[in-house]
């Protein structure tokens, strides 16, 4: 009893230290699950965000730079996007990718975004140049979370996990022996944010019939989860969307290793997915719902035990995502340009830049007492 009074406490700190995936922990991973090596979760993501000057008056420019840094060990092509700088407010002059300027033109068509190329562990900063409308006439932060900076790219990740068949007779005698104990599989999951888990659903090693007309059973289950800091994404390319679709990851079959094989009862069904070609699985607030699947025809033409490898890639675009504050603060309204000037009425309201069509709310009139 004593053991276990030890590791409550410990066990205690760790959660509160929100430390909660405890199968990591090399001597309670067989308590809580499988040993699980996890690669790294975020692949693609923004190092910095800068915003210079953060402050700017109406007509000045603003100068924000994005550097992108590749954590994997992949070349990887991303697509930087300046998806939402509050246009009106700010007028978008230049688009600086690594090799190249683009000039534009600002408004709704305006591209703002940057195709890049990252070798393994490389950092490269994208640059845009915005001008503050110069009619601005009240302090202004649109948005009011900031301007907002997109990476998506696109990411492979494999998984795999090792199960273990032991013969009854061979789980007979260790039992006689007092050496026979269950075990927890160990899982291995690659490089990605959306991490996948094969799980054995049964007692591990799993015991099978060395004589039997009709072969074993067991029972897996498959289980994606989004660990990263960003957002499953659809690829840029993708303009020509269903109402209200979401983007998915593609999972491949999992290759049972001659172990057995997955049942099913059609190939659209969430394990003929696994099972067969494949398909599109959903991820609902972070993770997939759980696929329990029957495997049958276990293998059981091996002697005393043996231990195989449960293998699946998956390929998905992904999005990390930041933002940047900046402040127009308005100058004097006959600081303003006469064509803003010449526009000023008393007939109209603000919105946003102050501006309602041709028309400007004057500033109100200053009280002295």
Same mark, same amino acid.
């Given at each position: 009893?004593?053991?276990?009074?030890?590791?409550? #406490?410990?066990?205690?700190?760790?959660?509160?230290?929100?430390?909660?995936?405890?199968?990591?922990?090399?001597?309670? *991973?067989?308590?809580?699950?499988?040993?699980?090596?996890?690669?790294?979760?975020?692949? =693609?993501?923004?190092?910095?965000?800068?915003?210079?000057?953060?402050?700017?008056?109406?007509?000045?420019?603003?100068?924000?730079?994005?550097?992108?840094?590749?954590?994997?060990?992949? $070349? $990887?092509?991303?697509?930087?996007?300046?998806?939402?700088?509050?246009?009106?407010? &700010?007028?978008?002059?230049?688009?600086?990718?690594?090799?190249?300027?683009?000039?534009?033109?600002?408004?709704?068509?305006?591209?703002?975004?940057?195709?890049?190329?990252?070798?393994?562990?490389?950092?490269?900063?994208?640059?845009?140049?915005?001008?503050?409308? @110069?009619?601005?006439?009240?302090?202004?932060?649109? #948005?009011?979370?900031?301007?907002?900076?997109?990476?998506?790219?696109?990411?492979?990740?494999?998984?795999?996990?090792?199960?273990?068949?032991?013969?009854?007779?061979?789980?007979?005698?260790?039992?006689?022996?007092?050496?026979?104990?269950?075990?927890?599989?160990?899982?291995?999951?690659?490089?990605?944010?959306?991490? *996948?888990?094969?799980?054995?659903?049964? $007692?591990?090693?799993?015991?099978?019939?060395?004589?039997?007309?009709?072969?074993?059973?067991?029972?897996?289950?498959?289980?994606?989860?989004?660990?990263?800091?960003?957002?499953?994404?659809?690829?840029?390319?993708?303009?020509?969307? /269903?109402?209200?679709? /979401?983007?998915?990851?593609?999972?491949?079959?999992?290759?049972?290793? *001659?172990?057995?094989? =997955?049942?099913?009862?059609?190939?659209?069904?969430?394990?003929?997915?696994?099972?067969?070609?494949?398909?599109?699985?959903?991820?609902? /607030?972070?993770?997939?719902?759980? =696929?329990?699947?029957?495997?049958?025809?276990?293998?059981?033409? &091996?002697? /005393?035990?043996?231990?195989?490898?449960?293998?699946?890639?998956?390929?998905?675009?992904?999005? &990390?995502?930041?933002?940047?504050?900046?402040?127009?603060?308005?100058?004097?309204?006959?600081?303003?340009?006469?064509?803003?000037?010449?526009?000023?009425?008393?007939?109209?309201?603000?919105?946003?830049? *102050? $501006?309602?069509? @041709? @028309?400007?709310?004057?500033?109100?009139?200053?009280?002295?007492?």
């Amino acid at each position: 009893m004593k053991p276990l009074l030890l590791i409550l #406490p410990l066990v205690a700190v760790l959660l509160v230290s929100g430390c909660t995936d405890l199968s990591d922990i090399p001597f309670i *991973g067989g308590l809580f699950g499988p040993a699980t090596v996890k690669y790294t979760n975020d692949i =693609i993501i923004i190092r910095s965000l800068d915003a210079t000057p953060s402050t700017v008056f109406p007509g000045q420019q603003v100068r924000v730079v994005a550097y992108i840094q590749n954590q994997g060990r992949d $070349k $990887k092509d991303v697509v930087v996007d300046l998806y939402d700088y509050c246009e009106g407010t &700010f007028h978008l002059n230049y688009v600086d990718c690594p090799g190249q300027t683009t000039s534009q033109q600002g408004g709704e068509n305006s591209d703002a975004s940057c195709p890049i190329t990252l070798q393994p562990y490389e950092t490269a900063g994208v640059g845009w140049t915005l001008t503050a409308d @110069e009619c601005i006439s009240l302090d202004t932060t649109c #948005p009011a979370d900031g301007l907002k900076v997109s990476a998506n790219y696109g990411q492979d990740t494999e998984g795999l996990t090792t199960i273990t068949l032991i013969r009854y007779d061979e789980m007979q005698r260790q039992m006689s022996e007092g050496t026979y104990k269950e075990t927890q599989p160990t899982r291995s999951v690659g490089e990605g944010p959306i991490k *996948g888990y094969i799980g054995i659903e049964d $007692k591990h090693p799993v015991a099978v019939s060395d004589t039997s007309d009709t072969k074993p059973t067991t029972v897996i289950s498959f289980q994606l989860r989004n660990e990263g800091n960003g957002f499953l994404a659809f690829k840029p390319s993708d303009t020509e969307r /269903k109402p209200n679709e /979401k983007p998915k990851v593609h999972v491949n079959p999992i290759d049972m290793a *001659g172990i057995g094989e =997955i049942q099913s009862t059609s190939a659209d069904d969430e394990c003929g997915k696994l099972a067969g070609g494949g398909g599109d699985l959903e991820l609902i /607030k972070s993770e997939s719902p759980k =696929i329990v699947c029957l495997v049958a025809n276990l293998k059981n033409d &091996f002697t /005393k035990q043996l231990s195989k490898t449960l293998k699946f890639s998956m390929n998905y675009n992904y999005e &990390f995502r930041s933002s940047v504050k900046v402040t127009v603060k308005p100058k004097a309204l006959t600081a303003l340009p006469d064509s803003c000037k010449g526009k000023t009425t008393s007939g109209g309201t603000t919105s946003g830049g *102050g $501006k309602t069509g @041709e @028309e400007y709310t004057p500033l109100p009139e200053t009280e002295y007492i």
